[in-house]
């Protein structure tokens, strides 16, 4: 059985950083794109970014594009987002997701196959 559990998460200030990571147990994620989304009160689930297996490609979302950073160890079965000069509208829980297979990035919820159950951040103005 698949479990990912996202960690990091809390409550910061504008302009603060923060590290989310995601630890994945029950299947190596080496063989996945992994990718980290968002969700807002009454907003749809979006893609914020993600990695493809190897790390050699990316993708970011326009709004987070040269503050947050996605990373992967693979030999520790984890997946990062160093999140840095965080604005409130950056406020959401934050979903740890993969999707097999592993060479190619995905944008849409529905294409991925495991999900963890979210951490919060709250970006206070």
């Known amino acids: 059985q698949v479990q990912l559990v996202e960690s990091g998460g809390g409550l910061v200030q504008a302009g603060d950083s923060v590290r989310l990571s995601c630890a994945a147990s029950g299947r190596t994620i080496s063989n996945y794109t992994m990718g980290w989304f968002r969700q807002a009160p009454e907003k749809e689930r979006e893609l914020v970014a993600a990695i493809i297996w190897n790390g050699a490609n990316t993708y970011y979302a326009d709004a987070v594009k040269g503050r947050f950073a996605i990373s992967r160890n693979n030999a520790v079965n984890t997946v990062y987002l160093q999140m840095n000069s965080l604005k409130p509208e950056d406020t959401a829980v934050y979903y740890c997701?993969?999707?097999?297979?592993?060479?190619?990035?995905?944008?849409?919820?529905?294409?991925?196959?495991?999900w963890g159950h979210g951490t919060q951040v709250t970006v206070s103005s």
């Open positions: 997701a993969m999707r097999f297979p592993g060479h190619v990035l995905a944008s849409r919820p529905y294409e991925y196959n495991y």
